[in-house]
Structure formats: structure tokens, C-alpha cells
């Protein structure tokens, strides 16, 4: 029985209208890229407007350390917003990067699966503390995007991320086993889409670390292009010493080297998010 079986409670109210629009940033493998992509797609998208809040669900934390949040400073996390302890905007700190807001993590969450217990309403925390997210609050206040950077396995508070967003952004390596990790991940999306979220879609898929000069990535580009089709991201996210660097100065790589090819990647999978959106928005 897969942890999406065990807590399946049946619960499928529909999201509250005037929500920001929310993405998890997924893939059950750990150093595809996931926190790095949250934290500059999320720079990317204040960059040209938006508002924006990073939810950490990963108890290691690296999110909110990337973007400068010296643990000392973490006075709630995700943890307390998920046992009920405060709500959602009690957690939020806000950035150095104007409109980038985060939800930071601390090391409790590792035991929030224990702590839950058999809660018939464990799936759906996250979802719920976001529903109340933009009550009552106007422009600036408000978000307009919440992006969700989840751990690398499939336990509850992955399935909470699911079960909370409208769509899945799937960073993934361009390695060898590239592929097998995404049919993985693609079955555990439709579980939830089946069990606790039937709205929830794929966003796209990037890939990353990408090293033109190495035949394997560039096979890895067209397996998954064509397994994939449209799904991918034309954007390409290279591999970047300062895209490795900027983390260990908490900051994204677009506020480290704005120049560098990382940043401008970072920037045109930005547009390319927002472009997809008005076309979600134009076909439904």
C-alpha cells in the first residue's frame, strides 16, 4: 500500500476562489535541481511582477537558506503552519528580493508524518493553510503565485504539496537514469489526480545541469523530448558554477551574477511559466 493509499480520506472540496496560483516543484529523485529552481524561477517571476512565496517542505531547509533566512531566524516554519500550530502568513519572512516572500522549514518536519498520525486530514494541511493565504488581502499584499519546493521522496509532505497545487513543475537531470525517475513520478501524480486532487495537471518539465558538450545530455534531451513532447520546457537549465556558488551566499543567481547564463535560463523559464499560463487561462 503506497502512503498516497493510507491516507486517502476522500476529501475533494474544491479550492476556494481568488487563490494565487500554485505549483509544487517535484521529482522524487534529490539533486535534479528542485530547490534551485524554486528559488530563481520564484526571483524570476517577482523579477517581471509577480508576488511570490516559496513554501519549504523540505526539512533540510536549503530553500530558505539559499535565499539568505539564517535558521536563528525561523521563529515558525512550515512545520508549526502544518500541525496547526499558526497560520500560513505567520510563517512567511520576507526575502532580500523585492516581492519574494518564503514559508521557511526546519528539521521537525521530518517527524510530521509520525506526528499526524492516522488525522483524517493529513493530506490536506497544506491545502488548507493555503486556502486562507490571501483572505482579505490586496495588492501588495496579496500572491499571485505560490511555489512549493518539496522533498526528494514521495512521503506526506509531498502528497501534501500535490494535493494543495494546481500543477507539478518537474526539474529533471539530464543523467542516465533520467527517464525511469519520471515514469515514477508520473504514476504518482496520477494516483493523486485519482485519489485526492483531479485538477491537479503537469506544468512542464526543465531540464537541468545541462552540458551541451556532453552526448549523454544531449540523448537524455531527446528521450525525454519525445517522450514527453510539448510538456518539456524549451529552456534549458545549464550547468553554471554560479548557479552552484550563489546558494553559499544566500542569494538566488540572479541577484549573484544577473549576467551569467544561469540567470538569463532562469529568466526565459520565467516567461515561458507565464506564457503557459495565459494559455491555461485562454483554454478553459
Known amino acids: 500500500m503506497?502512503?498516497?493509499d493510507q491516507i486517502y480520506q476522500g476529501d475533494k472540496d474544491d479550492k476556494?476562489?481568488?487563490?494565487p496560483r500554485i505549483i509544487a516543484l517535484a521529482n522524487q529523485k534529490g539533486g535534479v535541481g528542485k530547490t534551485t529552481t524554486?528559488?530563481?524561477?520564484g526571483t524570476a517571476?517577482?523579477?517581471?511582477?509577480?508576488?511570490?512565496?516559496?513554501i519549504d517542505l523540505d526539512p533540510q531547509g536549503n530553500a530558505s537558506t539559499g535565499l539568505g533566512i539564517d535558521r536563528r531566524n525561523r521563529n515558525y516554519s512550515t512545520y508549526d503552519v502544518l500541525i496547526g500550530e499558526v497560520g500560513l502568513r505567520e510563517a512567511v519572512i520576507a526575502t532580500a528580493v523585492p516581492r519574494l516572500s518564503i514559508a521557511p522549514s526546519t528539521m521537525d518536519l521530518s517527524g510530521?508524518?509520525?506526528e499526524l498520525g492516522n488525522a483524517r486530514d493529513r493530506a490536506f494541511r497544506l491545502r488548507d493553510a493555503i486556502a486562507g493565504l490571501n483572505h482579505?488581502?490586496?495588492p501588495p499584499a496579496d500572491y499571485t503565485y505560490v511555489l512549493i519546493d518539496c522533498p526528494p521522496s514521495l512521503n506526506l509532505l509531498t502528497v501534501n504539496a500535490m494535493a494543495a497545487s494546481d500543477a507539478i513543475l518537474v526539474p529533471l537531470q539530464c543523467e542516465f537514469f533520467a527517464l525511469e525517475g519520471l515514469s515514477q513520478l508520473l504514476q504518482t501524480v496520477e494516483q493523486v489526480r485519482s485519489t485526492l486532487n483531479p485538477d491537479l495537471t503537469i506544468h512542464g518539465i526543465v531540464l537541468?545541469?545541462?552540458d551541451s558538450r556532453n552526448n549523454l545530455s544531449n540523448q537524455v534531451v531527446a528521450d525525454v523530448r519525445q517522450f514527453m513532447g510539448?510538456?518539456?520546457?524549451?529552456?534549458?537549465?545549464p550547468r553554471n558554477v554560479r548557479i552552484s556558488e550563489a546558494p553559499s551566499y544566500g542569494k538566488p543567481v540572479l541577484v549573484y551574477d544577473l549576467k551569467c547564463t544561469g540567470s538569463e535560463a532562469y529568466l526565459r523559464l520565467a516567461t515561458e511559466v507565464i506564457q503557459r499560463e495565459r494559455e491555461l487561462r485562454t483554454t478553459h
Open 45 to 54: 517571476l517577482a523579477a517581471i511582477g509577480e508576488r511570490v512565496l516559496i
Open 2 to 4: 503506497t502512503v498516497i
Open 208 to 210: 537541468t545541469m545541462f
Open 136 to 138: 482579505n488581502a490586496q
Open 230 to 237: 510539448n510538456k518539456v520546457y524549451d529552456t534549458m537549465i
Open 16 to 19: 476556494r476562489a481568488g487563490q
Open 38 to 41: 524554486a528559488i530563481n524561477l
Open 112 to 114: 510530521l508524518e509520525l
